[in-house]
């Protein structure tokens, strides 16, 4: 693992095994990262073995490997692999988290403005069929989370405080660690959703003190799309059911009972994309060879230096608040609308994504926003690109 910050001969080197930046600049890492050639070329060479070879036989010829991605993801959060459950995506692992609790009517959960748009239905969903309480906590006037707010907000009803550490269409974050702090002492199950912490900046789950943990591999980890996976802390696993089972989420089964595994993986169903799992284990790898902190270091300070840039454009305003900010930067302009200019700068090979209240709907609607540019950094980005971003965001603007 490096030390420090970047080299100018590292960052070249990083692109050059990134084939995707050589030819756009890519500014939609909370979307989905450019991958890096080496996940890319595992999950080819690994689809080619099964069309050869029979699927089932190159599994078994994989088996340890496919079984460590359990230990690199246990490494990557600070978690034991027996804490881990693979799935699809970070909505599947907070679903299978969420819906596994026993809510009742009248208990209560808090969650904030940040929170998932994919989240909030299933928090209105058991609004609406288990009677459940919800309670949104906002942010204060400069954009950061009350944690006294949180703490008055909690009744002997309360069940789970259930929040997304970065927003979707934000660059503010939530202390998790402090929310942490809370839950444990009132003993309150916590689920965070860690879907742009993840691969963006180091996670360690002890302590932030989480029971739960859902979090995506397409997004800043470079992983490849259709990969997530679950965290359940193991003095908490016989408090969640599992919503489905089959012969792999089971210790055994007999003619007339059955008993669920001693692990996390009684979460999981056998059928996976085999393949993408092991793109997933090397993104992992790639990540923790570079250094988490030094990606968090990189991308808070490329995120940094492009807010200053375009706060230096006429007519650009800003969107991100708070004293903590992240990789996610968000904009908008007073001539033009963010779709507009979203399809203006794909047209010079630009990546960008359009924030829109159906991706944070508490959020965007409490700040009267309707649509939003959001441009978000990683660490295989460039100051040049920033530069080449803001004149075409210039020129586009006629600023």
């Known amino acids: 693992m490096h030390t420090g910050p970047f080299s100018e001969a590292e960052i070249t080197r990083l692109r050059a095994e990134t084939s995707g930046s050589k030819d756009l600049i890519h500014f939609n890492n909370a979307g989905s990262s450019l991958p890096p050639d080496i996940v890319v070329e595992t999950v080819i060479s690994y689809l080619r073995e099964e069309a050869l070879c029979g699927g089932y036989e190159t599994e078994s010829r994989y088996a340890g490997e496919l079984e460590h991605i359990y230990s690199q993801v246990g490494d990557l959060i600070h978690a034991g692999c027996d804490e881990v459950a693979l799935v699809e995506n970070a909505s599947a692992a907070w679903g299978i988290a969420f819906q596994g609790i026993d809510l009742q009517a009248g208990d209560e959960v808090i969650t904030s403005e940040y929170e998932y748009a994919s989240n909030f239905i299933g928090l209105m969903q058991a609004k609406k069929t288990r ?15 009350p944690l006294d707010k949180l703490e008055a907000a909690i009744t002997p009803r309360t069940r789970l405080i259930a929040v997304t550490h970065i927003p979707s269409t934000a660059g503010g974050m939530l202390p998790i660690s402090a929310i942490g702090e809370i839950a444990r002492r009132h003993d309150i199950l916590y689920l965070l959703d860690a879907t742009q912490t993840t691969g963006q900046m180091p996670l360690d789950v002890q302590a932030v003190q989480c029971d739960l943990l859902a979090a995506t591999g397409r997004k800043f980890l470079r992983a490849p799309r259709g990969t997530g996976f679950l965290y359940v802390r193991k003095q908490i696993q016989d408090r969640i059911r599992p919503l489905l089972m089959d012969g792999h989420s089971t210790a055994w089964v007999s003619d007339n009972d059955f008993r669920v595994r001693e692990d996390a993986r009684r979460f999981e169903l056998y059928e996976k994309n085999r393949a993408l799992i092991l793109g997933l284990g090397k993104a992992i790898d790639y990540a923790q060879a570079i250094g988490m902190d030094r990606i968090w270091e990189r991308i808070k300070g490329l995120a940094g230096l492009l807010r200053t840039k375009l706060e230096a454009i006429p007519g650009i305003l800003v ?10 930067v968000t904009f908008s302009a007073a001539a033009l609308p963010s779709a507009s200019l979203k399809s203006r700068l794909a047209e010079k090979k630009i990546n960008v994504s359009l924030g829109v209240p159906r991706g944070t709907p508490i959020y965007m609607y409490k700040h009267d926003l309707n649509s939003i540019v959001r441009a978000s950094l990683h660490y295989y980005n460039t100051e040049d690109e920033l530069d080449v971003f803001c004149h075409e965001l210039s020129a586009i603007l006629g600023a």
């Open 131 to 145: 009677g459940v309480t919800i309670k949104i906590i906002p942010q204060d006037e400069q954009g950061n989370f």
């Open 319 to 328: 969107h991100d608040r708070g004293d903590d900010l992240c990789g996610i």
